[in-house]
């Protein structure tokens, strides 16, 4: 069992985010370090302070937080909400989204998704669409559903709300990423509709309980939508629409894009134009998507590989692949089973990572691909 499935490892970490100067990519090298949130307030103030960016200060308050009831509060209210915590070290964390750079460490999470079978892609927008924009996004939705796409959106006002809507209609699965805690639904007009998702797909967000709907948070929300999703399609958009973020973060997560094209005199259509302009591909029919996703329904076929290769490797490579399964494995267990230098057993992960034959994931964990 790994340390996120335990209860008092999760209210550990979840007091160690709470800490002033560790933020999720400073938890994650603290992780690396350590391998679990106990062993790191079991460390010292001196060999905390090692660690690039911890001043002494940082690491007494670290050593200092185990007593925090903040963790124990939120599991609590993970219980009574019927949810659950997801980390990058879950198996269940959805894959996508743990390749990011800036991965949320915590995932809070309900209702239920299998992350591994599903084609996620997103559907943003403008709040306030026009009847052009809401048709094109319920015809959109509709065709993409009875494909099998899982449809990501944020549950704001406006197109958001109509993906959610026509892909519960349809019988479909949709994922509602929030900027606040779970228990916080914003709009407040979509909480039915956010009982539904959460009967019918699922609620995240990396928010924990407690959380208001700030201003600030919705962009760090977007990079989720974006990157829980193979492609991410803008309806209508604005010249300053939050929408064109989420695109820009697809962008910047190596994802596909995809824009509806509009009236060169609608002000909803700028942000769209922008985009295709920019190499966005432009959208008039479900296929145009689809096309993109020869492989649909299987989500990490780049990191597929001939099983023929294997036949290929000498007796250690082979030796080595095999102790990598689908369950995460830490490097260090791996050299001290195989009982092989760090440097060398790195140089033969990285080269079986280039074949595509595993996946390195965040804290120097290894799964097969």
């Known amino acids: ?51 690039a960016g911890i001043t002494p200060e940082t690491a007494g308050a670290i050593l200092d937080c185990g007593s925090s ?19 990058p070290w879950h198996r269940e964390y959805p894959e996508l989204l743990r390749r990011l750079v800036d991965a949320p460490v915590c995932l809070f999470m309900k209702g239920k998704t299998d992350w591994k079978k599903a084609f996620s892609l997103a559907i943003v927008g403008t709040r306030r669409p026009s009847e052009y924009g809401r048709r094109a996004t319920a015809h959109l939705v509709s065709d993409l559903v009875a494909s099998g796409v899982t449809i990501i959106s944020g549950l704001a006002r406006g197109v958001d709300t109509i993906a959610h809507r026509e892909t519960l209609r349809q019988g479909g699965r949709t994922v509602a990423v929030l900027g606040s805690g779970l228990d916080n639904i914003y709009p407040g007009e979509n909480r039915k509709l956010a009982e539904r998702i959460a009967e019918q797909g699922a609620l995240c967000s990396e928010f924990p309980f407690g959380t208001p709907p700030d201003a600030v948070n919705f962009p760090r929300r977007n990079r989720i939508i974006s990157g829980l999703s193979a492609g991410t399609i803008v309806i209508e958009a604005g010249e300053r629409s939050g929408a064109l973020i989420t695109a820009y973060q697809a962008l910047d997560q190596n994802r596909e894009v995809f824009a509806l094209p509009g009236s060169i005199f609608s002000q909803n259509s700028i942000g769209c134009h922008r985009l295709i302009q920019q190499g966005a591909k432009l959208v008039s029919t479900s296929a145009d998507i689809l096309d993109e996703f020869p492989a649909q329904g299987d989500l990490f076929d780049q990191v597929g590989y001939d099983p023929a290769v294997t036949e290929q490797l000498s007796e250690k490579q082979k030796q080595v692949f095999n102790m990598i399964s689908s369950d995460p494995v830490h490097i260090d267990a791996l050299t001290k089973t195989l009982g092989m230098p760090s440097g060398e057993l790195l140089a033969m992960l990285l080269q079986f990572e280039l074949q595509g034959m595993v996946v390195q994931l965040p804290g120097k964990l290894f799964v097969r691909a």
């Open 69 to 87: 009831r903040f963790g124990s509060e939120q599991i609590e209210k993970l219980a009574s909400e019927r949810a659950v915590l997801l980390t």
């Open 1 to 51: 069992m790994g340390w996120e499935e335990s209860l008092e490892e999760q209210k550990l970490l979840l007091n160690l985010l709470r800490v002033d100067g560790i933020g999720p990519a400073r938890l994650r090298a603290l992780i690396n370090r350590f391998h679990q949130p106990s062993a790191i307030l079991g460390g010292s103030v001196a060999e905390l302070s090692k660690l």
